[in-house]
């Protein structure tokens, strides 16, 4: 049995230059921290506001927290769930990396209760599961699978990003799942993700209403630079969409999209909804 169907909206919140990758080997955070330019502490009330009641999980790059204290505080205040992202954005594959960026951003975590985790560009390996178990956390959201989906990676749980099946038949899920032409050629459509809701939002809002009628919870995810425009965007970023297409969705504005389904749908943090499920399963 599942919980209550509801949409599990987050936002993994990283700085603007974060989707461009040209960025990753920067690894000076005073540098860092400038080429942010202020944005995310400035885009941080606007989407609160743009949330109202609602409540969601913040997926939070670390860094942001050290550059602006402020911003996870904002988060928790407004009673919002906040995750770790990573420390720095960038593609995490190594344990050894992944150990000392999480290691990075312990203080704030263990500080604010934190318990879930979402991978970079939902980038997760099967090895990194007991490196999460062995740092506290209590679930990820962090490889692609059907709405509906929960499992235990040892002792910690993995919620993925929402994907829409159009073949029968079940994956195995085992890490890595991510947006890859050989997960749709596998017969799946990670409708969940960011890149999908910018290419077909309206198509993604009936997939939302069919998925609660069936009594699933769809995992969904955006990011800050998509509700808020940054400053001087299209100049900052044009070179990189013009050599990478598909980098150009990302760029769209989805503040409507959230409104939608913010006006249309319940709304729940991903680890509400996981110990909700928990409840269910030890009432079973």
Known sequence: MLPSPRVLLSIDFEPWFAL???YDKLENSVERRNLDGGFTLQAIDPILEKLGSSKISFYLVG??????PEIPQKIIKAGHELGLHCQIHRSLVGMDELASDIR???SWVKDYGV???????VGMSEAAYSLLEESGFVYSSSIYAPAGTLLQKGKVWEIPVSTLRWRRGKGTYIAPRQFTWGLLLGGEYPYGSSLSIG???KTILGILENELKKGFSPVLFMHPYEIVRPPH?????WRDVVSHP???PFTWNK????????????????????DDALNVRAKV
């Open 20 to 22: 461009t990758r040209r």
């Open 63 to 68: 860094e942001i927290a050290d550059w602006y």
């Open 104 to 106: 990075a951003s312990a």
């Open 115 to 121: 318990r879930g985790y979402r991978a970079p560009m």
């Open 199 to 201: 290419l077909m939002g």
């Open 233 to 237: 965007w299209v100049s900052r970023i």
């Open 246 to 248: 598909l980098l150009w």
């Open 255 to 274: 503040a409507e999209f959230l409104a939608a389904v913010l006006r249309n749908f319940p709304v729940s943090p991903i680890g509400t909804y996981l």
